[in-house]
């Protein structure tokens, strides 16, 4: 699965400034692809902002038969029909930055996300003891907590998707994540249950392009 970003140039001059992996700008709108391979469930996530979020906007071109699901404690299904060129049963629901959603198309396909990158202080819900699939809310690659800025507890398990769930825990001894630390792609979603004990429900972090 290929996934790469680049943000568009619209000002009259300067030059490009490397704000992560894979992200390059001279101001704050981007665009960033993520390759769907055929007949695959990919774990995909919306990490720019638009005028409204809706599933409709961010993905207005299917392809035929593609289906999106969104998790909130069990699945809603949204299918591309060709036919009307519309999302069903309601292109209106959102996919909002630093929230994802599994994505399976008959065909293989590139997925575009065009959008601006989120600056300053940026908040993500991460309710304790319940199950959410969330991601990233800017366009960059790398370590959950070294480099995304994700608190870890201890007990907070993140499950990575690739084909089957990879869990990783957080240890509150070692104050490390177990195995290893995740890292994830640009556009990539995970799914995150904090335990029981865990006091942070935000996931906050400040984030500037320059």
Same mark, same amino acid.
């Given at each position: 699965?290929?996934?790469?970003?680049?943000?568009?140039?619209?000002?009259?001059?300067? $030059?490009?400034?490397?704000?992560?992996?894979?992200?390059?700008?001279?101001?704050?709108? *981007?665009?960033?692809?993520?390759?769907?391979?055929?007949? @695959?469930?990919?774990?995909?996530?919306? @990490?720019?902002?638009?005028?409204?979020?809706?599933?409709?906007?961010?993905?207005?071109?299917? #392809?035929?038969?593609?289906?999106?699901? /969104?998790?909130?404690? *069990?699945?809603?299904?949204?299918?591309?029909?060709?036919?009307?060129?519309?999302?069903?049963?309601?292109?209106?629901?959102?996919?909002?930055?630093?929230?994802?959603?599994?994505?399976?198309?008959?065909?293989?396909?590139?997925?575009?996300?065009? *959008?601006?990158?989120?600056?300053?202080?940026?908040?993500?819900?991460?309710?304790?003891?319940? @199950?959410?699939?969330?991601?990233?809310?800017?366009? @960059?690659?790398?370590? $959950?907590?070294?480099?995304?800025?994700? #608190?870890?507890?201890?007990?907070?398990?993140?499950?990575?998707?690739?084909?089957?769930?990879?869990?990783?825990?957080?240890?509150?001894?070692?104050?490390?994540?177990? #195995?290893?630390? #995740?890292?994830?792609?640009?556009?990539?979603?995970?799914?995150?249950? /904090?335990?029981?004990?865990?006091?942070?429900?935000?996931?906050?972090?400040?984030?500037?392009?320059?």
């Amino acid at each position: 699965m290929k996934k790469t970003l680049v943000c568009a140039a619209l000002v009259a001059a300067g $030059i490009a400034t490397s704000v992560a992996q894979n992200v390059y700008s001279l101001n704050v709108v *981007g665009y960033y692809n993520i390759t769907i391979p055929a007949n @695959q469930l990919v774990m995909i996530a919306n @990490q720019l902002n638009t005028t409204n979020n809706t599933i409709a906007s961010l993905l207005p071109n299917g #392809p035929a038969g593609a289906t999106l699901y /969104k998790y909130s404690g *069990g699945y809603t299904a949204y299918v591309f029909d060709d036919l009307d060129n519309a999302w069903t049963p309601d292109g209106n629901a959102t996919l909002n930055p630093g929230e994802g959603a599994f994505f399976r198309s008959p065909n293989a396909t590139t997925l575009t996300f065009v *959008g601006e990158v989120m600056q300053g202080s940026l908040t993500n819900t991460t309710p304790i003891n319940v @199950q959410v699939m969330r991601s990233s809310m800017v366009p @960059q690659a790398g370590g $959950i907590t070294s480099v995304l800025g994700l #608190p870890g507890e201890g007990g907070d398990t993140v499950y990575k998707y690739a084909g089957g769930y990879t869990a990783y825990v957080f240890d509150d001894l070692d104050l490390a994540w177990t #195995p290893s630390e #995740p890292s994830f792609n640009v556009g990539e979603a995970f799914f995150l249950k /904090k335990a029981p004990t865990s006091t942070q429900a935000l996931w906050v972090r400040n984030f500037t392009v320059n």
